[in-house]
């Protein structure tokens, strides 16, 4: 595709339910990045692919988030025993991952999720 | 912890005054400084970004200007138009790759 795409693009789901959110970023880039973006709040880093290297998972909230990345391409963020304050805009965003570059990153429109 | 931080929270201007946005950062180890441009329903947008070599850049109406030595750049937006209402996001990004934001300014230019 084009773009970064995201899906589902709204999520709503019951509290202690476990949820999935993938992540198709542009062909071929090497670098993938979760973030999540509470209403009105800024962008609060969660983890970061980059090529075959070990994840940086230093912004993952607690151990109920996961995220994988199969192939190097698609990526899923799991959310399990969801709880209100996990209510947010989750954004993917990818980049060619050149190092020295100015790392241009591409998001995609976000999958928003409610916990009810 | 926040290594870059951003203000004000909002800003309203009228239409061709000029909004400034401020960041300060924590960290020396970046090695660029970009903004982004977020509209809302949207994933942000690059806008413009700086080495911290280089005191000031300008894309046409965009400039942001770099104070290494006091660790801060801002964004200043020459002649705005409604159309740049949007939320926008000061970044600083590490060698390896990492890309940490600011936490957004939304601007509101009033016609």
């Known amino acids: 595709g084009a773009g970064v795409s995201q899906s589902p693009s709204n999520k709503v789901t019951e509290k202690g339910k476990d949820v999935e959110l993938r992540c198709d970023p542009i062909s071929g880039h090497t670098a993938l990045y979760w973030y999540r973006q509470s209403l009105g709040q800024g962008l609060e880093f969660l983890i970061y692919?980059?090529?075959?290297?070990?994840?940086?998972k230093s912004g993952l909230p607690s151990d109920r988030f996961s995220a994988e990345r199969t192939g190097g391409s698609v990526s899923t963020l799991t959310i399990q025993r969801t709880q209100q304050e996990d209510s947010a805009v989750y954004l993917c965003a990818s980049s060619s991952g050149l190092a020295g570059g100015t790392g241009e990153l591409f998001f995609g429109e976000g999958s928003r999720l409610t916990v009810l | 912890q926040q290594q870059v931080k951003q203000s004000p929270q909002s800003l309203i201007v009228q239409k061709g005054g000029i909004p400034i946005i401020n960041c300060a950062y924590e960290?020396?180890?970046?090695?660029?400084f970009p903004w982004y441009q977020q509209f809302p329903g949207k994933g942000p947008a690059l806008l413009i970004a700086i080495r911290p070599d280089v005191s000031e850049k300008k894309e046409g109406r965009f400039t942001i200007s770099f104070n290494k030595s006091a660790k801060q750049f801002s964004l200043h937006i020459m002649d705005s138009q409604p159309g740049d209402s949007a939320t926008y996001f000061c970044a600083a990004k590490k060698p390896a790759g990492k890309l940490i934001f600011g936490q957004g300014t939304t601007l509101q230019v009033k016609p």
């Open positions: 692919f980059q090529g075959n290297s070990a994840p940086d």
């Open positions: 960290n020396t180890a970046f090695d660029y």
